[in-house]
Structure formats: structure tokens, C-alpha cells
């Protein structure tokens, strides 16, 4: 999918030299809030129609997915106004910087309309495919502005001094050519771009305005950094704590249900016909199933790796046997794994990794059966180790 996110972008010339404009990336441009923004946008905007920022915030998939996954105050509160503005404002302007939207002006009020829906799509999907198209699009802006290569003199000696070198330069380059005037406001953009870099070529990057003691990673990049998996279940905590805590729980559900639905949706979108081709599988494909049940896998329940579209009569009566949606039946999730291996073994053979990535199936499939397979088997290798698991199994 970088082939043809790049293959798109260099259409454009994306010189800040030229624009003269500094939000071609902004503090709150994290994969997560991106990919959030592109979710709403898809599930809200129709293709041809021309929006508003207050289109998406008052759309009631904002007002409810925004206070699930990022635990803000609702939508709908005036004192939170400033925040929720650039919480969407910025993601908008950023992408239509990178030519996946389109920007017009009318006085000070700025209209949007998507003018690539397969990319904004992609975006749209998960925080990963986010960080690939960020990736991408800071490498183009970055080349055509003539300092990428400050960039690769950091990767090639990562130190403080170089560090604080790259970080100057990028300070004068901006206040240099665009309207932006201090270097503060510069300073709490830098990292958003930097720490992209970083992870792609596992390096440090920028933590409260210094070089990061450690290589940053993909899940350092988050806007929603608060590890909702990580509760602490101490029993000896305080009354108030464990209300809190029991809050907490509250968001994490939401917040699961949120990205399990957002899989689902994605599934049904992209698989038409039953992916189990057997004698059950006559009829409409109206069921997503989980090939491990959310409730017994919640770390695996949003992977679309872990969904499957069935026909009602392959759900109900074989992979739940006699209709018992709490019962698994081992042999039918065997079947369903190798079939899902087929589905995303094709689907990387046509769109690369527009939907499914084959890191995340092994995840998918050792997590759920507490094995480790390896990520370099090719898909005839992995199913064959499947075969082998439920031999033992069953």
C-alpha cells in the first residue's frame, strides 16, 4: 500500500518553501486521532459532499466513539469547544495538505471534500495503516522541502548533539519560510514528525523536548497513550481508587466495543461471500464470526485477522455447535483458521496490506492457542502448523 500512497503523492508538490504553511502537521496528528478523524469522516461524509468541522462534530458517531476511545468530555460540552476544535481541525488541515482532502476557503471558515476516498479509507481502517500513510507523507513533504536529509544524518548518528542539531534546523527551516514565529510553537510539532521517523528505523526520538532515553516505539506514538490493558488489580487499593478503577473498566469496554465494531464493519465491507467454502455455505453470508471469542481473547477481538463471514448455518450450527454461542467447536475453528489463511493470503497477493497483514494472523493464531509460530512461514507452512496444533487439541 506505500507504493501507492507514494505513487499518489508525487503527483503534488508538497514544498513548505512554496505553500508557506507550517499545518502541513500539527500536535494533535497522532496515528490514533488520525485514524479516528478518517473513521468519521468515512462513516459520516458522503463521497461528493462538501463539509465542515462541525458536520463531524456534531455527528452522533463522533459524540459517542470520541468519548469511548479517548475518554474526553462529551462532544456536546461548550467548555471543552477549543479542545475539540483542534482535535478535529487539525487532523482535517493535515490531510488536505496531503491532497486526501480537499481544502477551499470561504472567509475564515475552511470546506472540505475527499478527493482520494481509497486512501482516506486505508487511513480510516487502523492506527498501523495511519502510521504507514504519516510515514510516507513526511518523507514526500520532508524531500520536496529540501530537508530530509537532516533526517537520515539523525538516523546515521543518533546522539544528543545531533539531536539538538536536527531539531534547530527544523525550528529555523519553519519560522524560515512559513508565518510561524516562534520556536516554541515549532517545538511541540517537531516530535509529532520526528518520532514517526524514529520508529521506522528504531531509533530515539523526542520526550519532553529532549532525545528519548529509549527507541521510540509504535505505541509511543499515541495521542490516548494510557494503556487501558495494564488496570491495576490490586485488591488492597482504597474505596475512591476502586471507583475510579471501576471507571476505567467502563471506558475499556467501550472502547473494545468501539474497535470490534469498527473490525466487523470492515469485514462485512470488504467479504461478500461466506470465506468457508463447504456444504453449508448455500445462503447469504450475513454472520461475523470470531474465530476466538472476544470474551475468552479480549487482546485479539478487534483484529479483523480474527473475524470470518459465515453463512447463519455454518455459524449456529457449526462453529457454535447445536446453536451454543458459548461453545467453540474446535474441528469447525480449524476450518475457519485455514480458510482465513486463504482469505488473507489472496488479499495480500491483490491489495498488499490494504486489509489484512499476515504479522497479525500469526498473532492472532498464537495468542489464541498459546503456540509461537513463526512470522517468516510462508501461508502453506502456517496452515500446516495449524493442522499439527489441532491434532494434539483434539
Not at 514544498?15 to 488520525?34: E, G, L, N, S
Not at 482532502?101 to 480510516?124: H, M, P, S
Not at 454461542?325 to 493470503?345: G, M, P, S
Not at 496490506?353 to 507452512?381: A, P, Q
Amino acid at each position: 500500500m506505500r507504493e501507492i500512497i507514494n505513487k499518489y503523492l508525487n503527483q503534488f508538490d508538497l514544498d513548505i518553501r512554496k505553500t508557506k504553511d507550517a499545518r502541513f502537521m500539527d500536535q494533535k496528528c497522532t496515528p490514533d486521532v488520525v485514524c479516528f478523524i478518517a473513521d468519521c469522516i468515512v462513516n459520516t461524509i458522503q463521497p461528493n459532499q462538501t463539509f465542515i468541522v462541525s458536520d463531524i462534530w456534531n455527528s452522533q458517531y463522533f459524540i459517542k466513539n470520541t468519548r469511548a476511545i479517548f475518554n474526553k468530555p462529551w462532544a456536546t460540552d461548550k467548555k471543552a469547544r477549543s479542545e475539540y476544535d483542534k482535535f478535529i481541525q487539525q487532523p482535517l488541515r493535515m490531510l488536505g495538505y496531503a491532497q486526501i482532502l480537499e481544502v477551499t476557503k470561504q472567509g475564515i471558515q475552511n470546506y472540505y471534500r475527499i478527493k482520494n476516498e481509497d486512501i482516506l479509507d486505508f487511513i480510516a481502517q487502523r492506527e498501523r495503516n495511519t502510521y504507514n500513510f504519516l510515514y510516507c507523507y513526511f518523507e514526500k513533504v520532508l524531500t520536496d522541502s529540501g530537508i530530509w536529509k537532516y533526517f537520515v544524518e539523525y538516523q546515521n548518528n543518533p546522539t544528543t548533539e545531533s539531536f539538538n542539531y536536527l531539531k534547530e534546523r527544523y525550528i529555523r527551516f519553519i519560522i524560515g519560510h512559513t508565518s510561524v514565529n516562534k520556536a516554541l510553537e515549532v517545538r511541540r510539532i517537531f516530535p509529532k514528525i520526528l518520532n514517526i521517523f524514529a520508529v521506522e528505523n528504531q531509533l530515539p526520538g523526542s520526550e519532553k523536548g529532549r532525545i528519548s532515553k529509549y527507541i521510540f516505539t509504535f505505541s509511543d506514538l499515541m495521542y490516548n497513550r494510557k494503556n487501558w490493558r495494564d488496570l491495576n488489580k490490586d485488591k488492597t487499593i482504597t474505596r475512591q481508587e476502586a471507583e475510579i478503577k471501576s471507571i476505567d473498566i467502563i471506558h475499556q469496554e467501550a472502547y473494545n466495543a468501539y474497535y470490534v465494531q469498527k473490525a466487523i464493519m470492515l469485514i462485512q465491507k470488504i467479504q461478500k461471500e461466506s470465506e468457508v467454502h463447504d456444504q453449508w455455505n448455500n445462503g447469504e453470508a450475513t454472520q461475523v464470526h470470531h474465530i476466538f471469542p472476544k470474551a475468552l481473547f479480549p487482546k485479539i477481538a478487534h483484529y479483523i485477522e480474527n473475524l470470518i463471514k459465515l453463512t447463519a448455518t455454518q455459524h449456529y450450527t457449526k462453529a457454535h455447535p447445536n446453536n451454543k454461542t458459548i461453545e467453540i467447536n474446535k474441528d469447525y475453528q480449524l476450518t475457519c483458521l485455514l480458510a482465513k489463511a486463504d482469505t488473507i493470503d489472496k488479499s495480500l497477493q491483490c491489495f498488499g496490506e490494504k486489509y489484512y497483514r499476515k504479522e497479525s494472523f500469526v498473532y492472532v493464531c498464537n495468542t489464541g492457542l498459546s503456540v509461537n509460530i513463526g512470522t517468516t512461514l510462508n501461508f502453506n507452512d502456517i496452515k500446516n502448523c495449524l493442522i499439527q496444533i489441532y491434532n494434539n487439541i483434539v
